[in-house]
Each structure stands twice: as C-alpha cells, then as structure tokens.
C-alpha cells in the first residue's frame, strides 16, 4: 500500500533537532523525500543521516533563512536532489523572553529576521518553485503565543506576523494549487527547556513526535481543500484556532471627533471590550463586574 507522502519532496526548516527533526523524521516515515535544513549544520547532517539509515530519504543543508539568498539555495537544492518542491515546514525559530523595558534592539532584530522574514524568504522562494510544478502545501510554524503573553512581546508579534501571512498567501495561492496553513504546537525542546514559565505549561509527555503527524496530514492529500487554517496541537488536544475579525456594533457617523469617540465608548463600546491575550486577561475597565472581591 502507498504511503501518505509517496512521491513529495518537502523542506524542513530548522529541522536539525527538537519540533523539526522529529516532523522531517515522520515526513520521511510517510514515504517524503526530505531536505532537512539546520543553521546548525552538523544537526542537520546528523537528522538526515539517521532518516537514511532508517531506510528514508533525506539530504542536509546548513543555510540560514534569514538570508534571502540561502533561502533560496535551500529551495533549490531541494529541487535539484528530489526534481520538485512539493512541500514546505517553515519551522526555523528563535525565543526568548524579555520585558518591554529590559529588551534588546538587536536581540528583536535577529528573532524577527528569522522568526518573520526567514518564513518570508523561503516560502517566496518556495512558491515559485511550486508554482512552476503546478502546486504544493506549506506548513507554517506559528504559536498559542500570537494572541499575546507576558515577556514574549517581539516573539508573539513573529509569530502574528506569521499568521497574518498565513492568512494572506492562503488568499493568493488558492488558485496556483498552493495551501498555505499554520500549526501551533507545544513541545518538550530547547525552546521550552530554557524557560521556567514554559515548563511549567508543558506536562514531560509532551513529546515533538506527538505533532508531526498533524504536519505531515497537511502536506498530504488528505487536507486538500482546507488552507488559510492556523491549528493547534498540544499533544493531547487538537482543535483549529478561531481568527480575528470586524466586530458588530460598527457605528457610522460622517465622521469622529474626540467627543464623539468619548461618546462612542461610553455608551456602546465599553461593555464590548474584549479580554486580550492568551490568558484572556478582563480589561481593567470591566474588572470591577467580573472581580467577585470587589463590588461595583
Ligand atoms: N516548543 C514549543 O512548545 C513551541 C511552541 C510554539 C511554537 N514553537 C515553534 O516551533 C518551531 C520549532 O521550535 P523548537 O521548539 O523545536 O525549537 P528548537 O530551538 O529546538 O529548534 C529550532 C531550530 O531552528 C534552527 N534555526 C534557528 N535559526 C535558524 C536559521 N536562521 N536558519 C535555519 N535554522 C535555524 C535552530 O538551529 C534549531 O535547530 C519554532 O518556530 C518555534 O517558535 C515551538
């Protein structure tokens, strides 16, 4: 019987350890011809080389996709090993926690080259390629964290961005044959193992492997019809994230000055506040309704 990915070629960025090694190893399972990509160049030697020795198909690449030229190269050494690109896991990432008012210019700077343009650059690359082989699925790696948490302030804006790309390619590429869908794991990997807040929120059986098959299910032809989708996995749950949109009551007038702002708020808008961030914190405003210690 044939395997889920028999016949696709797919790039795994960052896939020398943690969420990436363990999605180019059950992409390779499911039949796939991988590139596995790694800043890390010898993890990536290392992953491809345990994927052949388990009978996969896998070759390494060492580029960075923060440059848009050896995104590119990733592309097309995936093109000139395995004849196509069928399949892309925009997965290379960085993390790391900081308070507004303690964090680094250069230290934003390099999370967003990676984080946000890195996915930028190999998924322009990649569509063309795709494009010119008549279609093929991407995978973006995103995060619970783009609805916004505590001292993740430039990481959870990445991965908002990557969502709001994701979105927006899906848009475009519909036509072209190509997918565009993000995942939002949780995963015991060097990302987590660095951040007590994190481990905490990670049980130890949350394993990697427990979320590549939600990735390979995406590149496969089992999810065709379903893009512009961000779903999150977290070993035991599953479920598609609900997206932002325009929220009724949108009032008109022929135009807004403060007062009528002030207005605006003070009759309607005030009781439609949402809860923002991940933990879908009450905003102060409306604190005094929703906390039982305090009355209104
Ligand atoms: N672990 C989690 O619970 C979790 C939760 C939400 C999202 N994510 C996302 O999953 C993805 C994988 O993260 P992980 O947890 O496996 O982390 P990880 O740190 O274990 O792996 C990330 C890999 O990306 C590689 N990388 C970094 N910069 C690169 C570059 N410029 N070019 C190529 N490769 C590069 C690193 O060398 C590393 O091997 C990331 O995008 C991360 O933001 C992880």
């Not at 999605?23 to 345990?50: C, K, M, P, W, Y």
């Not at 996709?65 to 399949?87: R, S, T, W």
Request: include cysteine; charge should be negative; hydrophobic fraction near 45%.
């Amino acid at each position: 019987m044939g395997k889920l990915l028999d016949g696709k070629a797919v790039v795994v960025t960052g896939g020398g350890r943690g969420l990436g090694e363990a999605f180019a190893t059950h992409i390779a399972r499911a039949g796939g011809s991988v590139l596995v990509n790694d800043i890390d160049g010898e993890l990536a030697d290392a992953a491809a080389a345990t994927i052949r020795e388990a009978g996969g198909v896998a070759v390494a690449s060492g580029h960075s996709v923060a440059d848009p030229a050896q995104a590119q190269e990733i592309v097309e050494l995936c093109v000139k090993e395995f004849g196509a690109i069928d399949g892309l896991v925009n997965n290379a990432g960085l993390n790391y926690e900081a308070l507004p008012w303690e964090d680094d210019a250069a230290q934003a700077r390099e999370l967003i080259e990676v984080n946000v343009l890195g996915v930028m650059y190999t998924g322009m690359a990649a569509v063309k390629a795709m494009m010119a082989g008549g279609g093929g699925s991407i995978v973006n790696i995103s995060s619970g964290a783009s609805l916004g948490q505590r001292k993740l302030g430039v990481y959870a804006a990445s991965k908002g961005a990557v969502a709001s790309l994701t979105y927006s390619w899906a848009l475009d590429l519909e036509d072209a044959g190509i997918r565009v869908n993000a995942v939002c794991p949780l995963a015991h990997t060097r990302m987590v193992w660095k951040s007590e807040r994190s481990l905490r929120a990670c049980p130890p059986d949350r394993t990697p492997a427990r979320i590549a098959p939600l990735v390979s299910f995406l590149l496969g032809p089992g999810s065709e019809g379903i893009t512009g989708q961000m779903i999150r996995c977290n070993g035991p749950q599953l479920h598609v994230m609900g997206q932002p949109f325009l929220k009724a009551p949108i009032l008109e007038r022929e135009s807004w000055d403060t007062e009528t702002v002030q207005r605006a708020f003070d009759e309607v808008f005030n009781a439609h506040l949402e809860n923002y961030g991940l933990e879908k914190r009450v905003p102060p405003l409306l604190r005094k309704w929703t906390d039982t210690t305090r009355s209104a």
